[in-house]
């Protein structure tokens, strides 16, 4: 079992080994430093402000979010550097929001679109603290960012509308996918786009502080240069979809979900009390099922409804009993993390701590 769950909890529930959670984040704070890389986790993976202080204690420069309201939210627990890793767009509430981050913390902040950096200097003028904007660049996702050589047209409009252009970002998510050389040539992507994006920001007289990049999966595979800056999130609690791709072992999996065996229909099934609204539904389609059984690694969890699970189990290979406790690793941990009210910390088999899940539903 990778978290050994106290008799008697009450589920569906979260829980989290705290050793395991030290040790990811001491060893990602460790390999940033000893290759010379500022370190900003992204917090939407725990929304939880003892792990932020954790992370933080263990060396981290600030954190990144996806959300102003996280931001908001990481702020009032006292994390005072901040990167909105994300091309907000601002409308008439989120430009009053974003003006009062901007006046109460070291704010940095996504762009991608030259409308999107003048609204962003318009609503930022005057504030207390400079704004620092880091323009997106796509590596291969092929979601939000502009392609590198178009870095320096973004970056001149942000400049022009007053933001202080630190340098440039981009999240891989193309690292993820299921050939094994996936999270090389993701990397390698990484390095290659952030490093024209730099350059065309450098060819404007743009003096490039930070270039930042960085997913769990291809976060080991930088080579120290041009790139400066990490922001890993998932790696904290890790979760199935990194044990597929190899990311993380069985002894890295930080959190799980407890569930209890509602119903053991035939030998070859049971069911448990936890669905959807607690795992997520996120499923790679080269995920087997719908999250990793560390009690019976070659049960699939087939079905999943709002409140039910359905694991089969290969012929011969003995299931649960009724009303037992059984862990669910989670295919994608940020999604049932935003979906709880705590974490319950367990070490020993003992509850010894309940933390809240601080910026729970934090999405605007
Ligand atoms: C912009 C950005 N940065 C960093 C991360 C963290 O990467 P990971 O979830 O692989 O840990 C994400 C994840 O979606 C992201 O969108």
């Known amino acids: 079992m990778v978290i050994p769950l106290p008799d008697g909890l009450a ?31 992204h917090a939407k993976s725990h929304k939880c402000a003892q792990i932020a202080d954790r992370q933080l204690r263990a060396g981290a420069r600030g954190l990144s979010v996806a959300t102003i309201s996280e931001a908001e939210i990481f702020a009032r627990v006292g994390v ?8 907000v767009w601002l409308d008439a509430d989120k430009t009053q929001r974003l003006r009062r981050l901007a006046d109460d913390v070291v704010l940095r902040v996504g762009v991608e679109s030259a409308e999107g950096a003048q609204r962003l200097g318009k609503a930022v003028r005057g504030s207390a603290r400079p704004v620092e904007v880091l323009v997106e660049v796509d590596s291969g996702s092929h979601r939000t960012g502009v392609r590198p050589h178009a870095a320096g047209e973004v970056g001149k409009a942000a400049a022009d509308a007053g933001l202080d252009v630190a340098g440039v970002f981009t999240f891989p998510g193309h690292g993820y996918g299921h050939d094994a050389q996936a999270r090389e040539r993701a990397a390698r992507d990484e390095e290659r786009t952030l ?68 119903s053991v229909p035939a030998p070859d099934r049971f069911v448990l009390d936890v669905g959807s609204k607690v795992l997520g539904s996120d499923r790679s389609p080269w995920v087997t099922g719908h999250g990793y059984l560390p009690q019976f690694p070659q049960g699939t969890i087939t079905g999943l409804w709002e409140h039910h699970a359905v694991v089969r189990l290969p012929e011969g290979v ?44 934090a999405n605007t």
Request: charged share 20%.
């Open 11 to 41: 589920t569906p529930t979260l829980v989290v080994d705290p050793d395991v959670l030290d040790r990811n984040i001491s060893q990602m704070a460790e390999a940033s430093r000893s290759q010379g890389f500022a370190l900003r986790p």
């Open 80 to 87: 005072d550097d901040l990167f909105i890793a994300y091309p």
């Open 195 to 262: 490093s024209e994006a730099a350059q065309a920001l450098r060819d404007l007289g743009i003096d490039v502080r930070v270039v930042s990049g960085g997913s769990t999966p291809t976060v080991g595979r930088w080579r120290p240069g041009e790139v400066n800056e990490l922001r890993p999130g998932v790696y904290v609690f890790n979760d199935a979809t990194q044990l597929t791709i190899g990311t993380c072992g069985v002894e890295d999996l930080a959190l799980v979900a407890a569930a209890t065996v509602i």
């Open 318 to 361: 003995r299931g649960p009993r009724l009303g037992s406790l059984v862990a669910v690793v989670p295919n994608h941990i940020c999604t049932p993390v935003n979906l709880a009210d705590e974490l319950l910390v367990v070490r020993d088999c003992e509850v010894i701590d309940r933390w809240q899940v601080t910026a729970r539903g």
